[in-house]
């Protein structure tokens, strides 16, 4: 997964909670706008709360400093030690599954793969449907699935699986209030593009070249505003293995047309053009790519 992407779109989610938490603060009992896919934590209410999305709430102005003392934290290890120790004392706590997902989100933008991992399966014990730790657990297990792992064909299915799932729930995830409606359709066409990337990763890595081209493919249709040359990158690499060098090169062009300058994927690019010019001038009909 795209680092850099995690890391804008947590901050924009981010951001959102944080306005929807001081909110809260001023108006414990009301209703207040979804963090991410859940609403946004609030304060032991004071007065019934009125018909709409559940909130996560905590049960006493102790775990809900606790909570906030938790979520105040930059650093992740200090972060994940906190949140442990918060999980212990308040294990029926409603601000677990928020909390879980905001370090999971931080271990995935800091490329702590197996934190990440880790954070992931904890949110999801919590809220099997969290589709942002679906999102983040298939693109970890895609991406970082060695060739010798023991356990490689079951973590690939797995992140086949967890995608899927996530792509079944993110039309329906709940975002801020305040976020306009193009802030909410980037956000799940984020989470949908990373969802398909993870299945071409690991259907690349299955060798099912037809499934990881048309993942892929699929991935770069909903980044086209802002494309991701990685992306472009790994569908020229299926579209190599599939022999449709023509599709491939325009492909890789894509990425050199994203890529920034002197960047290791900028100069992977120009590799595999390098490659597949010789390829299509060698193989007769290369201009027809196969179906």
Not at 21 to 45: C, D, E, F, Y
Not at 63 to 76: H, I, R, T
Not at 114 to 124: G, M, N, Q, W
């Amino acid at each position: 997964m795209n680092k850099l992407m995690v890391a804008a779109a947590t901050a924009l989610l981010a951001a959102g909670m944080c306005e929807a938490q001081q909110s809260s603060n001023a108006n414990a009992g009301k209703t207040q706008a979804p963090a991410q896919q859940a609403p946004a934590p609030q304060a032991p209410a004071t007065q019934a709360a009125p018909a709409g999305p559940k909130v996560p709430q905590a049960k006493s102005q102790e775990e809900f400093k606790a909570y906030q003392n938790v979520m105040s934290l930059q650093d992740p290890v200090a972060m994940d030690n906190a949140a442990t120790e918060f999980a212990t004392k308040y294990p029926d706590s409603e601000l677990r599954e928020v909390m879980f997902q905001q370090l999971c989100t931080v271990y995935d933008a800091a490329g702590a793969s197996d934190k990440a991992v880790e954070l992931a399966r904890r949110t999801l014990q919590i809220n099997p449907n969290n589709p942002v730790a679906l999102v983040t657990l298939a693109g970890n297990l895609a991406e970082h699935t060695k060739e010798n792992d023991l356990d490689r064909n079951e973590r690939l299915d797995e992140a086949i699986g967890s995608a899927n799932k996530a792509l079944g729930l993110i039309s329906n995830m709940s975002l801020p209030a305040n976020y306009t409606p193009q802030q909410a359709s980037q956000i799940k066409d984020m989470l949908r593009s990373w969802s398909y990337d993870a299945i071409g990763m690991a259907s690349y890595m299955q060798k099912a070249y037809p499934a990881a081209e048309e993942a892929f493919t699929k991935s770069a249709d909903l980044q086209k505003a802002r494309p991701n040359p990685v992306t472009y990158l790994r569908l020229s690499l299926a579209q190599d293995k599939l022999e449709k060098y023509t599709a491939a090169l325009a492909s890789v062009d894509q990425c050199l047309a994203s890529a920034p300058k002197g960047s290791p994927v900028e100069n992977l690019a120009k590799q595999e053009k390098e490659r597949l010019t010789k390829l299509a001038a060698a193989t007769p009909n290369a201009a027809a790519p196969a179906k």
